[in-house]
């Protein structure tokens, strides 16, 4: 079983920076897909960044240029640096694992859906304007 847990959400003013840092435990297989998704309080989730098995990293629009991601090579720590943020990426953030291969646009809307992987407990980022 996997499990993960994510760390370093805070505060910050608009424009600041911040590093969150996901650990991973448990079978990892070389056909699973990462990423990151994000849930700002009373909407839907929001896909992020997907790494796909092959180590490609794909962005949505909404973070493109701003964040950037990466998974260590054992694939045991991802990280999310999130640069120039704004009060509208204030969200409780989420690192996830899909359990299988996956890319594409689809990818973002399975990332935190049951059945098709796991899941942090996420870290809080507020952004102040």
């Known amino acids: 079983q996997v499990q993960l847990v994510e760390s370093g959400g805070g505060s910050v003013d608009a424009g600041g920076s911040l590093m969150l840092s996901c650990r991973i435990s448990?079978?990892?297989?070389?056909?699973?897909?990462m990423g990151w998704f994000r849930q700002p309080p009373g909407t839907e989730r929001e896909g992020l960044v997907v790494i796909d098995s092959d180590g490609n990293v794909n962005y949505q629009d909404s973070v493109k240029g701003r964040f950037t991601a990466s998974v260590d090579s054992a694939k045991t720590t991802l990280t999310l640096t999130m640069n120039d943020l704004k009060p509208e990426d204030t969200a409780r953030y989420h690192c996830?694992?899909?359990?299988?291969?996956?890319?594409?646009?689809?990818?973002?809307?399975?990332?935190?859906?049951?059945?098709?992987?796991?899941w942090g407990q996420g870290t809080q980022v507020i952004v102040s304007s």
């Open positions: 996830a694992v899909l359990y299988d291969r996956c890319s594409g646009p689809l990818c973002y809307k399975l990332l935190g859906k049951p059945n098709f992987g796991a």
């Open positions: 448990g079978k990892i297989y070389r056909s699973y897909s």
